[in-house]
């Protein structure tokens, strides 16, 4: 499975913003696919994750602003956000999950300005 993440890029405060990860190879054997941000010097933390039946889960922090979607005839995961906050400026990354094989995207670079 390989994964292409796009959109990222530069916002003002209280702006929106979608990213893009599409997915290709085995997509099939995809079970959930998510996002994740790291920024420098910290952990990778959950954003949103979305199940194949459609079911999703996301971080107490960006609850109510952002969205996780997923086209499964294109195999492409998008996260809207919006009501952007500085605090949200990370590096995005996509993850597939293949029973226990966790496949990652190579990051999209979301700044946030004040």
């Known amino acids: 499975v390989q994964l292409v993440e796009s959109g990222g890029g530069l916002v003002q405060a209280g702006g929106a913003l979608r990213i893009s990860c599409a997915a290709s190879g085995s997509t099939f054997s995809i079970r959930t696919m998510g996002w994740y941000r790291q920024g420098p010097g910290k952990q990778r933390e959950l954003v949103a994750i979305i199940i194949s039946s459609g079911s999703t889960n996301y971080a107490d922090s960006v609850k109510g602003r952002f969205t996780i979607s997923r086209d499964n005839a294109t195999n492409t995961v998008y996260l809207q956000m919006n009501n952007l906050k500085p605090e949200d400026t990370d590096v995005y990354y996509c993850?597939?999950?293949?029973?226990?094989?966790?496949?990652w995207g190579q990051g999209t670079q979301v700044t946030v300005s004040s």
């Open positions: 993850r597939a999950q293949v029973v226990l094989t966790n496949y």
